[in-house]
């Protein structure tokens, strides 16, 4: 009885030490500070406490981690912002017919770069469904876009 007690006081008391090491330490609290910037979407301020944290300290595992899925959630990003201005674009083509073969061939060229770069974008089981979401949603507009214009035949299966 008295060993158990005493393996758990040690325990505990290894699990504070570990705890207190990294709340002091430099590297892990900016690796720290850099994941919840990365929890609460603010991508840009992660990644540079995660770099910050990572120069400190290359064994520190949670700034690597962040500073990954960091990259990750931006690509993300850059991909539903520019379908955004890809479709809006679009749609400023749609309302001013007549609509020019340049406007068609150019219409063309956003889909299948969309379409293109969905396939590319990494995968991580820790990446945001909510950003993967988005991404898929943005993806499925310009394939139905596609689709509709240029025949399903014509997307090539990846």
């Keep these: 009885m008295q060993s158990k007690l005493l393996f758990l006081a040690l325990s505990i008391l290894?699990?504070?030490?570990?705890?207190?090491?990294?709340?002091?330490?430099?590297?892990?609290?900016?690796?720290?500070?850099?994941?919840?910037?990365?929890?609460?979407?603010?991508?840009?301020?992660?990644?540079?406490?995660?770099?910050?944290a990572y120069?400190?300290?290359?064994?520190?595992?949670?700034?690597?981690?962040?500073m990954r899925q960091t990259e990750i959630a931006r690509e993300f990003v850059d991909y539903i912002k520019e379908g955004k201005a890809y479709l809006e674009q679009i749609e400023s083509i749609a309302n001013n017919p007549p609509i020019q073969q340049s406007d068609k061939i150019r219409i063309k060229m956003m889909c299948e770069?969309?379409?293109?770069?969905?396939?590319?974008?990494?995968?991580?089981?820790?990446?945001e469904s909510e950003l993967i979401e988005k991404a898929k949603e943005v993806y499925e507009k310009f394939k139905r876009l596609y689709e509709s214009l240029y025949g399903k035949s014509q997307i090539k299966q990846k």
């Design 14 to 52: 290894l699990l504070l030490l570990m705890v207190l090491f990294a709340l002091t330490n430099p590297s892990y609290e900016k690796a720290f500070k850099a994941k919840w910037y990365y929890m609460s979407g603010e991508y840009e301020q992660a990644l540079i406490l995660a770099k910050e």
């Design 55 to 66: 120069k400190l300290d290359p064994y520190n595992r949670v700034a690597l981690t962040v």
């Design 113 to 127: 770069v969309m379409i293109d770069k969905y396939s590319s974008l990494p995968s991580s089981k820790l990446t």
